[in-house]
Structures are given as structure tokens and as C-alpha cells.
């Protein structure tokens, strides 16, 4: 065939189009190929936060590899073939119901007054990743001021860990108790912020959107993650506390886990999103629907103070 003839056989030809790759699955490609192209190296602990959002897992750091063409490949084809199923996720009417239950429960109980001089007390227990063969569980008491102005306190206790050693670059998490100052951060969503957000379920959803716009593999994992944070003082403001579920309740994806338990072992009722990294499990008591915090952490008190090192009064 001559070059006159293929210029022909060319234009007969249908455009291929341009590839299309919306913005979140662009950025899981880019995930799942950093985990690819990445090796990781050991992991470090959280260092102390503010409330809203108890210590994070830290993020790991990163040494470049080589990885064959053919594995980039086959996670781009992983990553394509799953987008449509990601952009469907069904939503179990049931786990809708449970969601709204716990809304009801939660908006019937009383408010707690809170003064600007006061501290928000959040008691947690779980457990802290340093490498493999080094997992140390904690249990963590934070006071923070209510209105993020001052500093505040982050008390761990370390049941299961090493001993002190000196020079230890983690001495503050061998085994032990260990006081450490929680600097106020404008970063963090203070109390007094969390009690002027909208309580309707729809003006609260698109708020978050709003808010984390940009994080999270899609805008719902996102959303999530930034519910489950606020779960915890949420529990102090009935009426928010209420639409936090509500919230979620409107997002795709959950599903009712029927024999959850939270870090401790306490049985109850889970529900699972979907959209939420190595699908994190909420869990509530199965009769009250208290949150009891995930199979990661477990939420075992929270309450108001009028110093830092005090417990609420029962």
C-alpha cells in the first residue's frame, strides 16, 4: 500500500477520542501507583493534635524503586476496570434505617453547656504502629480548650510497649505515662466551631464537601473520614451529633455489620462505608446505639472539664 493510500484509508477511519480519567480516579491511580513505585520504610508515631481528630496512623515515608512497565500497566487496567463499579455503590436500606435510629437517639439526649474557659475531654484507647514487630497499645486522655485559644493537654499511657531507654527517639511512648502539651492549632476544628455548624443533614454534607475539598481518594471517602473525627465531641452537641449521622446516612456505600467489635473487644452493631479506606468500622451499642468508637480505637469517655489533668464529674 502506497502513502496516498493509507492517507485515504486514514480518514475513513473513526477519531480514537482522548482518554478520559475523572480527577478521583486519577488520584487513586496515582496512589495505587506510588504504593507500586514505592517501598516503605519503618512507620513513625503521630506526634499530638488537637481534638477533632485524635492521633492519626502516620503517614509512611517513601525510597523510589524500579518497578516493570508491565506492573504499571496491569494497575492502570486494575484501576480503569473498577471504575464503574466504584461510581455505583449500593446502599443497604437496612444500615440507612440503623443510621437514622441513632440520629433519633442521639438528638433525644440533653446538651451539655460548655463555657469558653472549659476544656473538651475525649478518652481513647488503641494502639500505635512503630514497625513490624513493634506495636505498642495506648490509652490516650486529650483536654482542649473549648475555644482552641489555649494550650491544652495530651495525657498517652502506654500498657504494652518497651521500657525507657535513653536517647530513645520515642522515649515518650515506652511503657508508661507521659504528659505532653497540645499547642493550639488553627488547622483543627475548635468546639466553638463544631457547635456554629448547620444541623440540617444536607446543608452539613455539603459543608464537609466544601471543607475537604481535594482530600481523600473521592470527595465521599473524604467526608467520611472527616464525620468519624467529629464523632467523638459531636457527642457533647445532641442536635449536630444527630445530623453527623444523618449526613452520613446520605452517603452511598454503607452496610450493616452485624457482630462488630471495637478495639477493646466490646460487642455491638457496626457500619461499614464502602468509600472509607480498609473500611473502617463504626460500632455502637447494640441497645443504647451509643458510639463506641471502631475496631481501630475505642471511644471510652468524653465529657467537660474546668482543667486540664481533671476528669469530667460522673
Same mark, same amino acid.
Given at each position: ?24 480516579? %486519577? ?13 516503605? $520504610? ?9 481534638p477533632g481528630r485524635r492521633a492519626r496512623a502516620p503517614r509512611r515515608r517513601f525510597v523510589v524503586i524500579a518497578v516493570p512497565l508491565a506492573t504499571a500497566?496491569?494497575?492502570v487496567a486494575a484501576v480503569l476496570a473498577g471504575a464503574v463499579g466504584s461510581r455505583t455503590a449500593t446502599t443497604d436500606a437496612d444500615a440507612v434505617d ?34 513490624? %514487630? ?43 505515662? %507521659? ?23 444536607? =446543608?452539613?454534607?455539603? /459543608?464537609?464537601? $466544601? ?10 471517602? =473524604? ?18 451529633? $444527630?445530623?453527623?449521622?444523618? =449526613? ?25 462505608? /464502602? ?37 469530667? $464529674?460522673?
Open positions: 500500500m502506497n502513502p496516498d493510500e493509507r492517507e485515504e484509508l486514514a480518514r475513513l477511519l473513526p477519531s480514537p477520542g482522548e482518554p478520559v480519567l475523572t480527577s478521583d480516579r %486519577h488520584d487513586l491511580l496515582k496512589d495505587l501507583l506510588m504504593r507500586e513505585l514505592t517501598e516503605q $520504610a519503618p512507620e513513625l508515631p503521630a506526634v499530638a493534635t488537637a500497566a496491569a494497575i440503623l443510621l437514622n435510629r441513632i440520629a433519633e437517639v442521639a438528638a433525644a439526649k440533653k446538651s451539655v453547656p460548655v463555657r469558653d474557659d472549659q476544656y473538651v475531654y475525649v478518652r481513647t484507647q488503641g494502639s500505635m504502629k512503630f514497625s513490624g %514487630h513493634d506495636i505498642r497499645i495506648l490509652r490516650e486522655a486529650s483536654w482542649t480548650a473549648v475555644d482552641g485559644k489555649r494550650a491544652g493537654l495530651r495525657r498517652v499511657t502506654v500498657l504494652v510497649g518497651p521500657p525507657f531507654r535513653p536517647r530513645d527517639p520515642f522515649s515518650s511512648y515506652s511503657k508508661g505515662t %507521659h504528659d505532653m502539651r497540645l499547642n493550639p492549632d488553627p488547622n483543627v476544628t475548635t468546639f466553638r466551631e463544631l457547635q456554629a455548624l448547620p444541623t440540617d443533614p444536607d =446543608a452539613l454534607l455539603e /459543608k464537609i464537601y $466544601a471543607g475537604t475539598r481535594g482530600e481523600g481518594q473521592t470527595r465521599e471517602s =473524604a467526608a467520611l473520614e472527616k464525620i468519624g473525627d467529629m464523632l467523638a465531641d459531636a457527642t457533647l452537641l445532641p442536635e449536630l451529633d $444527630a445530623a453527623l449521622y444523618r =449526613a452520613a446516612a446520605r452517603i452511598p456505600g454503607v452496610s450493616v455489620v452485624t457482630d462488630a467489635k471495637d478495639y477493646t473487644g466490646r460487642s455491638g452493631i457496626g457500619l461499614s462505608f /464502602k468509600e472509607r479506606d480498609g473500611r473502617t468500622v463504626w460500632v455502637f451499642d447494640e441497645k443504647s446505639l451509643d458510639f463506641l468508637g471502631t475496631a481501630d480505637e475505642a471511644l471510652l469517655a468524653v465529657g467537660v472539664t474546668d482543667k486540664t489533668g481533671e476528669t469530667p $464529674a460522673t
